[in-house]
Each structure stands twice: as C-alpha cells, then as structure tokens.
C-alpha cells in the first residue's frame, strides 16, 4: 500500500467519524413528523400579538408616526394597518435599556414639539399638522447631532422595515407573488442588430 493510499484512507476515516460525531443524525431518515405536510406545523392557533414594551398611549404616537411615513392610499394599506408598531414594539423590548430610552425620549419629544405648535398630541393632529411635525423631525436628516434627527432617521427606518416584511408590504405593495416554478423559461428576446 502505498503513503497516498494510507493518507487517503486515513482523512476518509477521520472525515466519517467528525461527521457521527458533529451530525449524530448523519445519514439517517428524518422522522416522520419533520417531513413536509399541508396542515400546520403548530397545534395552536396564531394568537394576536401583545405589546410588549409601550405604553397605550406611546402607541398611539407610534402608530400615528409610521401611518403618517407610509400612509395608505389607493394601491395599498398603510404601516398601521400593517401593524408596524408590533414590529418597533418586539424590537425595542428585546434591545438593551439604551434603546428603550431612546424610543421613550423620541416619543416623548415629538408630543412635545406637537403641543407646543399645535396644543395637543400628535395623533390628535390634523394630517396637515402631523406633516409639518415630521418635517420638523426630519429637517436635515443626514444631520444626526440633535435628538430629533437621530430618532427620525431611526423611526423611518424602522418603519420601513416593518412595513416591507409585513404581508401588506410585501404582498400588496410590492406585490410579490413568491417563489413558482416556471413551466417555460423564454430566456432572453432581444434580437441582434446588424
């Protein structure tokens, strides 16, 4: 036996036993309830979401904020309807203290700014006032020194993110059908010019 034989047999070997060792179910049929089935892997019903972090009334700004980022309009529903404040709500319970001081604050600070234009909070303001708050917000928004720049730049994003992974977002608005097997693929139909 030559050294080439006995150095391939023994990487063969120790490759095989890494793999029983790493993957124990290596090579193994999987059992039956992991295959592939029409009825739903859970056997509960979807329950409906429970705000984890803020208050009612924080998110009645909240949901007011995003509505009025993404608002709906005659394509599609907008980020209330598309529940985007559950999306914020699940993201700042489960971030450090920081984070929840900070959406606390940016909160808190746009009431502010709502009171002392227009004397009541934001969600009670008229979609003309609420635009003129936001546009305070966001003023120089790649200006991130003050605190009302630095929470509109994150309250934009995160409600752009939570708009486009909801199903209102993807399905209606950018309306994604999923993933389907072509029966044909035509390839490319431009012709060559002479």
Not at 40 to 61: E, G, I, N
Request: charge should be negative.
């Amino acid at each position: 036996m030559s050294d080439s034989t006995t150095r391939r047999g023994a990487i063969k070997k120790l490759v095989e036993a890494a793999a029983a060792t790493a993957f124990p179910i290596y090579g193994q049929n999987p059992p039956p309830e992991s295959h592939h089935s029409p009825a739903p892997v859970t056997k509960q019903a979807a329950s409906a979401y429970k705000f984890q972090y803020f208050s009612a009334d924080q998110l009645r700004t909240l949901d007011a904020l995003t509505e009025t980022i993404i608002p709906a309009d005659d394509h599609s529903l907008g980020a209330e309807a598309a529940a985007v404040s559950e999306y914020i709500d699940a993201i700042v319970a489960d971030g450090p203290k920081t984070t929840q001081q900070f959406w606390d604050g940016g909160i808190f600070l746009v009431n502010k700014l709502a009171q002392g234009s227009f004397g009541k909070f934001y969600e009670d303001c008229s979609a003309e006032e609420q635009i003129a708050i936001m546009s305070e917000l966001a003023g120089n928004e790649d200006d991130l020194s003050s605190p009302e720049h630095r929470f509109y730049a994150a309250l934009k994003r995160a409600t752009i993110d939570g708009y486009y992974t909801s199903k209102i977002g993807i399905h209606q608005e950018l309306q994604y059908q999923g993933n389907e097997a072509l029966g044909e693929f035509p390839g490319c139909q431009h012709t060559e010019q002479a």
